[in-house]
């Protein structure tokens, strides 16, 4: 891991922000295939991979109805300690941390996570830096904690999962952003940079990237197979018949399958 170079505070004890390596650009058609997969379906195909801690607990949708699907990008915050940042005229120095270093990093399609450990004090972010993060052709912010200028913000229609919204300015309280590029623990789930990150109205999920083409494989075929028996509940079938299939219904899934195909 190697540092920026840049200190908030000449006499800092410590060089900030510090920086991990850069991750991987994301495989365009990986993401695309990925965009298609639930968050619940992915959830459950990492399961069955026994990769069990994939939901980031806490952060719901801003806005209903909305998706992603994208390469992660990390952002962590951590506690204030006076002699390194104590919060002070934070909201000016802020713009040498990594709060601002990891936005000038972001490529079209990419997904911020951030950890934020619930905090309800701390506005990761507020209008201006989203409506950066737009310009610059962020998906979407998955973050464990608040943002602020919450009516500006859903205006600006970028995917929003955050545990609420606050008034405070992201270091106006009790942390500091510190790193980015690094791994995190968002919601309770390891993220490393350049793991994919599917959301939507059930939640956020961290897809790990090598396991990624598996879960959407095999993701295909799930959905497909629900599609089959949600038509054939709804035309009165029963559901210990269906969900899950049996060997019978499930050959007639592979009928049904072959006149779609």
Known sequence: ME??????????VWDLPVRGDAPEPADPDLV????????????AKLHAQGIRRTFVAGPRPLEPGQKVAGRALTLQFM????????????????????LWAVLETVQPGDVLVVQAYGSAYTGCFGDMLVRYFKQKGGAGI?????????????KLGVPIWSTGVTPHYASQAELFPWAYDVPIACGGVLTLPGDLVVADDDGAVIVPRRRAREVIESAG?????????RSRIEEGGALVDYY??????????ERWRADRH
Request: proline content about 4%; glycine content about 6%; some cysteine.
């Open 142 to 154: 998955v973050v464990d904690g608040c943002i602020r200028d919450a009516p500006r913000v859903r």
């Open 221 to 229: 075929e799930h959905e497909e197979w629900e599609t089959f028996s």
């Open 79 to 98: 506690p204030q300690r006076e002699d390194i940042a104590s919060g002070l005229g934070q909201e000016y120095i802020e713009r040498h941390t990594a």
């Open 32 to 43: 695309r295939r990925l965009s298609a997969v639930s968050a619940a379906t992915a959830c």
């Open 244 to 253: 899950p299939l049996t060997q019978e219904t499930r050959a007639e899934y």
């Open 3 to 12: 540092d920026s170079g840049r200190s908030a505070d000449e006499d800092s």
